[in-house]
């Protein structure tokens, strides 16, 4: 197959080299007009600088300039610097706000096509089109996963909100959650079950937690088995984790009831099929959700065993990622051979992969380390001794391990370090991106703190990364290319009150920094013109006679190349 696609890969190539030379000349053949055009205009004002009386409205222009006093030049350079401190603030904020210049992205789409850049963008948005249609199976999407660790909304976040008066999570993340739970916990045979029909899919929908409430409890006096809404109480109405573990156990008693109920009768048709398909979503989610309140309340062994039975009668259910939650809970109990061996499972290349993947990796092979080579606790993993001594193998698989997991998400590092304040992970995330950065630190960082070494091998190798790859838009290592959407998709996911984690960092624009230093310049000039008027007269003047003097030399040239008398010849003709 190799074989076979080899010529059309050559011919790829050779029509992209030729389009890269025909838009080479196109610009240098539009520079070169601009060029020319520029010559004869220049040309033409030198041939008529006679009828056009140049020299003497030059001196004119230089009797007036004479005239002016100091005061004039302290008011002149005294505007320019306001207004050019008023264009800096105005494009600090839109490029804080937006990412990008205001004036450059101005200039790109407006001044662009003036200049002839039409053709060659339309070139490169083909060559771009081209690329993209070619590598779309291999390049990945910015997908939006729902957090398997996340808190609940009536006993965390809401305390959360009562005691620091923020809301920890946005409206467009609730709003994921109200879709994944009318997915979940519907279908279109819900004609069948009246109560979950008419409420309890308005409850979903509703904005007002209050709402919610009142209409999960409608939906219970109409029908107490109804679990769904026993599961929007345990999840927004219950304050403590044990008032949730009692609801969620109600919920889990309805919902095994009518999932047995379904299970007989789904080989009836697809109606059929649908129930049962949505009363396995509701046993799943409430059993998964009562073992996380296990975990919450210190019965962590009570949790393992839960969340390995889910994943065993449910082994088709990876869209919760369980296996996250049975990670963590194995952390917890320090039982790190059982979470080696759910890495061995999960740690596949055919498979996703997720900062607790990655990290939880790279967090066994810093024990490693740490077992082996500092077996006292009071010596630590040091740049200086092991560039002198050389890395053994299990120092060597533990930076090579943590490399992998900083390419994964560069954000993690920060806040496992404490260099960068956690907030409450949000319901949804996006990886590679700083909301599971947040997400996985919170729960994590417990578990990194208690391997001795395994933070201080972090803190001395993770920016070693950043060498493999220079280029992390462009060309990954060992993953894809970093998705340069994460930024946008994560100011969504994230409160405003946290200050989102840019990766790359963006570099100020040129048009940034030409405008501070402009502001700055003039602020100067009208300082020392206002205290030394003389002096910086004198400056003045010699700065310009020195601009001025090549521009003297080259008419001087002119002149005794061509006659004087050369615009009285061509008025004969």
């Known amino acids: 197959s190799l074989l076979n696609h080899g010529p059309r890969r050559t011919d790829m190539a050779d029509m992209d080299i030729v389009d890269r030379v025909k838009s080479w000349l196109s610009w240098s053949w539009t520079w070169y007009l601009w060029a020319l055009w520029l010559f004869l205009v220049v040309l033409l004002v030198y041939l008529l600088r006679q009828p056009l009386r140049v020299y003497e409205n030059i001196n004119i222009v230089a009797m007036f300039l004479n005239t002016l006093t100091p005061k004039f030049y302290v008011a002149l350079t005294g505007t320019s610097s306001l207004i050019s401190g008023l264009i800096l603030i105005f494009e600090w904020w839109y490029f804080r706000k937006y990412g990008t210049s205001f004036i450059e992205q101005v200039s790109l789409n407006h001044l662009g096509p003036w200049l002839g850049g039409v053709e060659n963008n339309n070139n490169g948005n083909n060559n771009t089109n081209n690329s993209q249609n070619n590598n779309q199976q291999s390049v990945p999407e910015c997908k939006v996963w729902r957090n398997p660790l996340n808190l609940l909304r009536g006993a965390e976040y809401n305390r959360y909100t009562w005691v620091t008066g923020k809301e920890p999570l946005t409206y467009y993340d609730m709003n994921l959650s109200a879709q994944d739970h009318q997915t979940f916990f519907t279908c279109d045979s819900d004609h069948s079950r009246p109560t979950d029909e008419s409420v309890m899919q308005r409850a979903w929908r509703e904005r007002n937690p209050q709402a919610r409430i009142k209409a999960a409890h409608e939906a219970l006096e109409k029908d107490p088995e109804c679990a769904t809404a026993y599961i929007l109480l345990a999840e927004e109405e219950a304050t403590t984790i044990l008032e949730t573990e009692r609801l969620f156990k109600q919920a889990l008693k309805v919902g095994e009831a009518n999932y047995k109920k379904s299970q007989s009768t789904q080989h009836l048709g697809a109606q059929y099929e649908a129930i049962h398909r949505r009363d396995t979503n509701v046993c799943v989610y409430v059993r998964r959700r ?114 992998r997991a900083v390419e994964f998400n560069p954000h993690v590092p920060k806040y496992l370090l404490e260099t960068k304040s956690l907030i409450l992970p949000p319901e949804h995330l996006l990886k590679r991106g700083d909301s599971e950065a947040i997400a996985y630190a919170f729960f994590h960082l417990p578990h990194w703190k208690r391997v001795d070494g395994a933070l201080n091998l972090l803190h001395c190798t993770w920016e070693g990364t950043f060498r493999m790859i220079p280029y992390p838009l462009e060309k990954g290592h060992l993953f894809y ?93």
């Open 481 to 573: 290319p970093y998705p340069s959407c994460t930024e946008s998709a994560d100011r969504e996911l994230l409160p405003a009150f946290h200050e989102v984690s840019v990766y790359p960092k963006k570099e100020l624009p040129f048009f940034i920094l030409f405008t501070a230093g402009l502001c700055s310049v003039t602020a100067l000039l009208a300082l020392l013109t206002h205290q030394f008027p003389e002096p910086m007269g004198l400056v003045a003047k010699t700065f310009l006679n020195t601009i001025t003097s090549p521009f003297n030399f080259l008419v001087e040239k002119l002149e005794g190349v061509l006659p004087s008398n050369l615009w009285h010849q061509l008025t004969r003709l």
């Open 290 to 403: 009562l073992a996380m309140c296990a975990r919450k309340l210190g019965r962590v062994k009570e949790a393992v065993k839960m969340m390995r039975d889910l994943m065993k009668e449910f082994p088709m259910m990876s869209v919760l990622n369980i296996h996250e939650n049975l990670i963590e809970a194995l952390l917890e109990l320090q039982a790190y051979a059982d979470v080696q061996a759910v890495l061995a499972k999960y740690d596949d290349i055919s498979l996703p992969k997720s900062a607790t993947i990655c990290y939880t990796a790279a967090l066994l092979k810093a024990r490693a380390v740490a077992d082996k080579s500092f077996p006292v606790a009071s010596c630590r993993f040091s740049p200086e001794i092991a560039s002198k001594r050389g890395l053994s193998t299990a120092e060597m698989n533990a930076v090579e391990a943590i490399h």
